[in-house]
Structure formats: structure tokens, C-alpha cells
């Protein structure tokens, strides 16, 4: 869990940014940017580790936090969205959208915005909850007839523990771009596994004569320096001519040696002589 304890103020920002709808999408469920706002993505189909790793890590975290002490998932699955959408530049992006405040928290009387006033004309008079612009309007009313009004009070809708665990964790990854270290390097010594077992395929592919048990040796005599390529690229990435460089090197090592030992090897009938 990621804790930052965020003061309400920095949350409303957080909040605010996060419903802010782009103006040039269209959107498939009705909640996006209305009552759930997006707070981290992640091209799925890029090379970005660092991103894959933060998205899910964030994905576990929020969800987490919206569960947290039940034992079922009604309410992450009512307030996370892992949303996934097609995108003209990336490919596929995947969005986590979060509800932001709590289902009990009141809209404004004259829009569909969640209220930030509590405002009433006279005493006892009934009570509106009106959002900060409706409120303006509202004032300007009061004022020009002269009516009598008690002093508006703020009102604070309460955010959703999922929505405050988001908030936290995009104010950490402001600070410290990687959420969770351990998954991230994980993550990048499988990439490079998998990249390097491609790229020493390729190489051995050059030498199709060499038997199954020479290929399984040279490529045990070259595993340590491969190795070694860790850490080089960015995202596991592996430099395939580096890789096929290293292994023609161990095979020359590995021929040399064994023509060595054939011709430092007694020749058949050699030692019946000396042994005459
Ligand atoms: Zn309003």
C-alpha cells in the first residue's frame, strides 16, 4: 500500500484532472469522466516495462484499497475500471479509471455536477446543494433582490477510498517513477530472457552443420558472457549482433579446443610401438 496521506486539497486537484473528459474521444460507458476519472495508462502494445509494471502494480493497489476488510470484489469491481481502448497512435491503451467520490455524494440542484455549496435563502428555509457555479449565480440572485440567506457552507463529498489510494499513488510516481522495484525488475529479466533465448536461435541458425550436443556446448561455454548483455538496453532489449558476435566466439573456442585434443591424441598404434 502506498500511503501519502493527501490533504483534501490535493485531492480535489488530483479529482479534477482526472474527470477532465478529452474533447477529442469518444467514450463507451457512461461513467468515464463523470462519475469515474482516469488516472494512469499504459500502451499495451509498446516495449515500455517500466509503464506495464507501474499499471498493473497501480491496478492490484487501487483495487485493493476499495476492498479492503471484505472478502468479496462488489465494490472494486463498481469503482475500477481497467478500461482498454483502441488508439490511433499506440494501438491499444489501457486506462485505470477510478470513481471518485462516494455513490452518496450530492449533485448540484441545477447541473449534473457533484455540489460544493450547501446554500439556504432564509432560516429554516430549505436547503440547496448547488456546484460553484450555480452558487455564483446563485449569490448574484440573493444579492440583487436584496433576499435574506444564511452564510453558504461548504460541502465536501467524501472520495472513495479506491480514489484516494489513486491520488496517492500518482503523487508517489511524481516523486519516484517506479511503484513497486521487485515486479519491475522481474518483469525486465523475463524480457531479457526471452529476447536473448530469440537473438541465440538467430545466432546458432548460421550453423547448421554443428550437431544438436556441440550447439547445447558452445552455447553453455558462452553463457556467462550473455549474460553479462543484462542490463545494457533499456526494457530487456537484447543487441542481436552482440549476441552473435559472443557465440561465435565461444564455437571458434570450442573447435580450436577440440581439434587440439585430437591432435595431442595418441594415433592408433602409436602406443603399441612404444610399448614394444
Ligand atoms: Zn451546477
Known amino acids: 500500500m502506498i500511503s501519502?496521506?493527501?490533504?483534501?486539497?490535493?485531492?480535489?486537484?488530483i479529482a479534477e484532472a482526472a474527470l477532465e473528459r478529452p474533447s477529442d474521444a469518444?467514450?463507451?460507458?457512461?461513467r468515464l469522466f463523470t462519475t469515474h476519472g482516469a488516472v494512469l495508462h499504459w500502451a499495451e502494445r509498446g516495449d515500455n516495462l517500466l509503464e506495464e509494471s507501474n499499471y498493473l502494480?497501480?491496478?492490484d493497489l487501487i483495487?485493493?484499497?476499495?476492498?479492503?476488510?471484505r472478502t468479496d470484489t462488489e465494490v472494486s469491481d463498481a469503482h475500477v475500471i481497467?478500461?482498454?481502448?483502441?488508439?490511433?497512435?499506440?494501438g491499444s491503451l489501457r486506462t485505470i479509471y477510478v470513481q471518485v467520490y462516494e455513490d452518496d455524494a450530492i449533485r448540484c440542484r441545477d447541473c449534473d455536477e457533484i455540489a460544493a455549496w450547501a446554500v439556504s435563502r432564509k432560516k429554516h428555509g430549505r436547503r440547496r446543494f448547488l456546484c460553484d457555479s450555480h452558487k455564483d449565480t446563485w449569490d448574484w440572485e440573493t444579492e440583487r433582490h436584496g433576499l435574506r440567506a444564511l452564510p453558504p457552507i461548504e460541502y465536501r463529498p467524501r472520495f472513495t477510498a479506491a480514489f484516494k489510494q489513486a491520488g496517492e499513488i500518482v503523487t508517489a510516481l511524481e516523486g519516484y517513477p517506479i511503484l513497486d522495484e521487485s515486479d519491475y525488475s522481474e518483469r525486465e529479466h523475463e524480457r531479457f530472457e526471452s529476447n536473448l533465448n530469440e537473438a541465440l536461435s538467430d545466432a546458432q541458425r548460421e550453423y547448421e552443420y554443428d550437431s544438436e550436443a556441440q550447439t547445447a556446448d558452445i552455447a553453455e561455454r558462452a553463457h556467462e558472457e550473455l549474460g553479462e548483455l543484462y542490463g545494457q538496453h533499456a526494457d530487456g532489449a537484447v543487441a542481436w549482433d552482440a549476441v552473435a558476435a559472443i557465440y561465435r566466439d565461444a564455437r571458434n573456442a570450442y573447435f580450436a579446443e577440440l581439434a587440439n585434443a585430437h591432435l595431442n591424441a595418441p594415433i592408433a598404434g602409436q602406443l603399441a610401438l612404444i610399448a614394444a
Not at 4 to 13: G, K, Q
Not at 26 to 30: A, L
Open 26 to 30: 469518444m467514450f463507451y460507458d457512461d
Open 82 to 90: 481497467d478500461g482498454s481502448a483502441g488508439h490511433w497512435l499506440v
Open 63 to 69: 483495487r485493493s484499497a476499495a476492498d479492503d476488510g
Open 57 to 59: 502494480t497501480a491496478l
Open 4 to 13: 501519502y496521506a493527501l490533504d483534501r486539497e490535493s485531492l480535489e486537484e
